[in-house]
Nanobody, 124 residues
Framework: VQLQASGGGLVQPGGSLRLSCAAS????????IEWFRQAPGKERNRVSC????????YYADSVKGRFTISRDYAKNAVYLQMNSLKPEDTAVYYC??????????????????WGQGTLVTVSS
């Protein structure tokens, strides 16, 4: 039972990537799903969240207007569309399920089912 993030890669500044978060062994329907990222030598930071109850979303200030989170119930997956990428977006991106919340809030609950993450490198 875990989530697997994929879709990372090397992209030039200003480019786009679409990350996927796929579940194995369980359904995402009942959880708020979070995206986090961790740059080399830095702590893991929250990027975005999508609710299960009403599909409301949360974005960190650093990505507002550039990133879009969405979920596909039929495919049991969550996506993070990243546009206008900047070098400071370089990080390993992880998705996780919030076991205590169906709706995204300013804080997170117990996060679980972390996968290995996917590396995003923004560089010219």
């Amino acid at each position: 039972v875990q989530l697997q993030a994929s879709g990372g890669g090397l992209v030039q500044p200003g480019g786009s990537l679409r990350l996927s978060c796929a579940a194995s062994g369980f359904t995402l329907d009942t959880y708020a799903i979070e995206w986090f990222r961790q740059a080399p030598g830095k702590e893991r930071n929250r990027v975005s969240c999508v609710s299960s109850s009403d599909s409301s979303t949360y974005y960190a200030d650093s990505v507002k207007g550039r990133f879009t989170i969405s979920r596909d119930y039929a495919k049991n997956a969550v996506y993070l569309q990243m546009n206008s990428l900047k070098p400071e977006d370089t990080a390993v991106y992880y998705c996780a399920a919030d076991l205590e919340r169906t709706r995204c809030t300013a804080s997170t609950g117990t996060l679980a089912y972390w996968g290995q993450g996917t590396l995003v490198t923004v560089s010219s």
